[in-house]
């Protein structure tokens, strides 16, 4: 990748630490040219010099995770994470210099200088000083030094959290053995009458979707759910210790330190988002919230509608569908990976003159056989980027479909890094540190660009060894339209600075274009550029489609109901509440399912000790719900009628994907559906939002 050829084991791990080494060596560069500037020409460069900065270290941190997360070989891996390790503590360090902040600081608040920048690069200088103030730059000293131990207790917290999950201990629960109708007979330890039955989370499933007997349900359900005092109190040790960092930058809670730079701005937003979401989208719950009473009573047999309880959900969601679904014929003979493929080209070609071309892998440019490389062709602009696919599974990879970022675009030839290098140093340690232009020249654009390098991982069934190719279940196939999603924001938001190019944007934004995608799964239009039988060459029937799709949709607006419920926990537990003397999550988590979920509180259960997106997510889980409702309105309005117009393909990609994170998403979104309340960004606007339910 990016002329990294990796040949063999040694040359890889001498040539990671090399560049390691040597982007650390660039970087003290940059500072000392960065913190010496003192003449306007200096100083009005030095965020386009904090932007080189952090596109050096970047370029080897992201190369270095994403080797550490898929390469095959453990030896690999492991070298990969020791760079990657070694320089986020690099790059974590930088973000507590005084000196590069106290520039920065001097340079935005100077008029002379900053009225010179443009948009793009004020959004880039401001972005730089908030994560420096993030970091409590600005704090007396021995307030930084307390935060640097809040946050080291912290990430210690969210890990031992994360870590109990994965070896959270086993439950046994003893029933009758005659009240097991319905299960594997293979399940269950039996010991005469008595059946001995794990709460591990594939048994307890399979225990709450089958088992008839209540009872039996109701004792799974709480076992699988229930928490030990310790395991409580790590949690609450975690939320009240981000509380205090959030005291300690001056900020009411930790949720208003997470949103200050995400689209939706604060905790009264989302929280104002949220709850009118909840309140326009109950209906469509309670509905499938009738079906399930309507089944308990028609099996109890009792006159009154019964309370559907938790341990109820599963066990009448499978009956309801297993007595109204019709056999469905398979839909993944039309969706084979190479006719996906080519149907994204096709589509891509139709919205944004965009298509795909293989490109010739040279030996040692990979790290495994199955992987492919796609130029990415704009048909004005020429190659705009790179993408490598790795879409079949394999032992030891990574399970779950990923979108990493390799290289960012960004315009380098303004870099003027000539004078990074001082006039005293030897001549073979100046050719060795100099970065030749490597940028591009696009047409229609000035300057040269450096192109965006992205890597597409999924875990797809391999090809038959027969030559039947991989084919994809429609959700696979949704996967990889929402993964590719991710990689058009990528190659079309090419900004001048790293920084804010791609999808380097705020989380409650970024996963926009990529749900966008998934709708276009749907369309029978689009279908019509790509699914056929992968063996008959017949187009994919419509009627299979719907079929399918509603199959997948039954129930779906109870789930959503708790996936709102979900983020309204995850903001109250990173609200002031979490420094209260007697904030208690499980008290927090029954009020909650009693006003807004579905189904009643069950006493015994402390299910928050499993919602492990605490950590990596904490006061960002709305994120994805917002994203969605903005991604369905965009398809509704503007892509709906006619999914391969041009003109909506160029609205989109004019007014949100080539701006990256560069411009405000209020005025992305607001310009593309042509909404003026909505470019406000207001609180105005997120209640409009939150009552666009049918886009959900």
Known sequence: MYGMNLPIVHELFLRFQKEAEKAVRRVKLLINRITNANTDEELRKVVKNLDRLSDILCSVIDTAEFVRTVHPDQKFSQEANRVYEYLCSFMNSLNTNRELYQVLKRVISTPS????????????????????????????????????????????????????????????????????????????TKNGDIARLSTKPWEAQMVLKLIKDENVRKKMFIASNSATKEQIDLLENLLRTRGELAKLLGMD????????????????????????????????????????????????????????????????????????????????PYFSVGSVIQGLSRLFSKLYGISFEPSEILPGETWHDDVRKLDVIDEQEGKIGTIYCDLFNRHGKYLNAAHYTVRCSRRVDDDDSARDIPPDMDISETEE??????????????????????????????????????????????????????????????????????????????????????????????????????????PIPLDLIRSHLKARSQFSAMETQYQILMALLDQIYHSTLAMSPDFDTTAILANLQDTVGLFPSVPGTAWQIQFVHLFGYGAGYYSYLFCRILAGKLWKQVFEKDPLSREAGQRFREEVLKWGGSRDPWLCVGKALQDEKIIVGDSVSVSLVGGWVDCL
Not at 126 to 151: A, C, N, T, Y
């Open 433 to 538: 540190l100099a970065t030749p232009d490597q940028g591009v020249r696009l047409h229609g654009r000035n300057g040269r660009y450096q192109l965006p390098i992205i890597v597409l991982t999924c875990d797809f069934a391999r090809p038959k060894e027969d030559g039947r190719p991989s084919l994809l279940s429609l959700v696979e196939a949704e996967t990889l339209f929402h993964e590719m999603g991710h990689a058009m924001h990528s190659m079309i938001g090419r900004t001048n600075f790293h920084n804010v190019s791609g999808t380097r944007c705020p989380t409650d934004f970024v996963e926009l274009p990529s749900i966008l995608m998934e709708h276009f799964v749907y369309s029978p239009t689009v279908l019509s550029l790509f699914a056929k039988h992968y063996d008959t060459r017949k």
């Open 113 to 188: 200088i900053s009225s010179q920048f443009s948009l793009e690069e004020r959004q880039v200088a401001h972005i730089f000083l908030r994560d420096f103030e993030k970091s409590g730059i600005h704090l007396p000293s021995s307030d930084r030094d307390k935060f640097v131990q809040l946050s080291d207790k912290i990430i210690a917290l969210g890990r031992k959290f994360t870590h109990s999950q994965i070896l959270k201990s086993t439950n046994i629960i003893e029933v009758d053995a005659s009240c097991l109708d319905g299960l594997h007979t293979g399940l269950p």
């Open 253 to 332: 809670s930790y949720s208003h330190i997470f949103l200050i730079d995400k689209m939706i701005k604060n905790p009264d937003h989302v929280q104002k988002f949220l709850r009118t979401l909840a309140d326009h989208h109950r209906p469509k719950a309670l509905t499938d919230l009738y079906l399930l009473k309507e089944a308990k009573q028609q099996e109890i047999k009792c006159k009154e509608l019964p309370i559907v309880n938790a341990w109820d959900r599963d066990y009448y969601t499978e009956k309801i569908k297993a007595s109204s679904t019709q056999p469905v014929a398979p839909i993944s």
